[in-house]
C-alpha cells in the first residue's frame, strides 16, 4: 500500500509526516523506517523510529533507491511501515512519470511484503500524472 502526500514547499508535508511518523511509532506491530534527503527530523521523531539520510547513501536514482528498499527488507523482515520525505529531492528527479513508475514498483513491493509506504512529494497535487492520483 503507498499513500502519497503532494504540495508545494510551506504547505505543511514534512509536520503532517511527522505526526504520521509518530502515530506509526505506537500503533505499528513492526518496525518503522524514515528515510529523508538531510536528517532535519532528527529530534522531532520518536527515537525508535530509523531514520535515515538518503543524501548519504546517494540514492541518485530509483534503481539505486528501489535496491536501497530491497536491501533493508532483505536484512529485516519485520519492516512494516517505510515513510520517505520529499521522494523526488531523494532521488534528485523530479520526473513525476519516472516516480509514478517507482511508486507503482513499492506499492506491488509493499503487497508482496506486507509493507506500508507513506511518501511525499513537493509539488503541486494538480501537477501528479494520473497514475499517481490514486495514491493520494
Request: a negative charge; one cysteine or more; hydrophobic letters at 40%.
Amino acid at each position: 500500500m503507498v499513500r502519497l502526500i503532494m504540495g508545494v514547499k510551506g504547505s505543511g508535508k514534512t509536520k503532517q509526516l511527522i505526526e504520521m511518523i509518530n502515530n506509526a511509532a505506537k500503533d505499528e506491530p513492526g518496525n518503522v523506517v524514515c528515510i529523508e534527503y538531510n536528517p532535519t527530523m532528527t529530534y522531532d521523531i520518536h527515537y525508535h523510529i530509523r531514520l535515515i539520510d538518503a543524501h548519504e547513501y546517494k540514492l541518485n536514482s530509483y534503481e539505486v533507491f528501489r535496491g536501497f528498499l530491497s536491501g533493508l527488507y532483505a536484512g529485516n523482515y519485520d519492516i512494516s511501515h517505510v515513510f520517505i520525505d520529499n521522494l523526488c529531492k531523494a532521488v534528485g528527479n523530479d520526473d513525476l512519470s519516472a516516480a509514478e513508475k517507482f511508486l507503482d514498483w513499492m506499492d506491488a513491493f509493499g503487497e508482496q511484503n506486507n509493507i506500508k509506504f507513506t511518501v511525499t512529494i513537493s509539488s503541486d497535487a494538480e501537477n501528479a500524472t494520473d497514475g499517481m492520483r490514486r495514491y493520494l
